[in-house]
């Protein structure tokens, strides 16, 4: 009885300073605690395009990036320059809302349609409202 405990008894010390020497090296190493400086970062919008991929804006320390984040990366697609811009909210918008009416153009067989020029006229007008510098 007294050889399993005398095992039982080493494995247990041995064990405590493996594990007394793995903290020790990891303070050592700076693994655990140091002060980190941090980046300002701000996200100020994001766009999904797909499943698993989108375009984010960001600030960072005063530059404004376009990001194309997917599962795999996140590259830089372009700096926006340092002029204010204004983003409209896709929400319900009042009365004095600044997206143009539609065009009045007379019917045509593709009113409404994917394939009118209308259709497109005014998408375009919406979106370019849409981003004011």
Same mark, same amino acid.
């Given at each position: ?11 247990? %010390?041995? /064990?405590?300073?493996? =594990?007394?020497?793995?903290? *020790?090296?990891?303070?050592?190493? !700076?693994?655990? #605690? ?39 990366? %996140?590259? /830089?697609?372009?700096? =926006?320059?340092?002029?204010? *811009?204004?983003?409209?909210?896709? !929400?319900?918008? #009042? ?39």
């Amino acid at each position: 009885m007294s050889d399993t405990l005398e095992l039982a008894l080493r494995v247990t %010390v041995s /064990l405590g300073l493996v =594990l007394a020497l793995l903290w *020790f090296l990891a303070r050592r190493m !700076g693994a655990g #605690g140091g002060a980190v400086r941090r980046l300002p970062i701000t996200v100020l919008g994001r766009q999904n395009l797909g499943r698993r991929s989108g375009i984010t804006v960001v600030d960072v320390a005063g530059r404004t990036l376009v990001l194309g984040v997917s599962d795999t990366e %996140v590259r /830089l697609l372009t700096e =926006l320059e340092s002029a204010p *811009f204004v983003l409209e909210d896709d !929400g319900v918008q #009042g009365p004095e809302s600044s997206v143009p009416a539609p065009i009045s153009t007379p019917p045509s067989a593709l009113g409404g349609s994917v394939l009118s020029p209308t259709a497109w006229r005014t998408s375009w007008q919406v979106l370019r409202s849409r981003v004011r510098r």
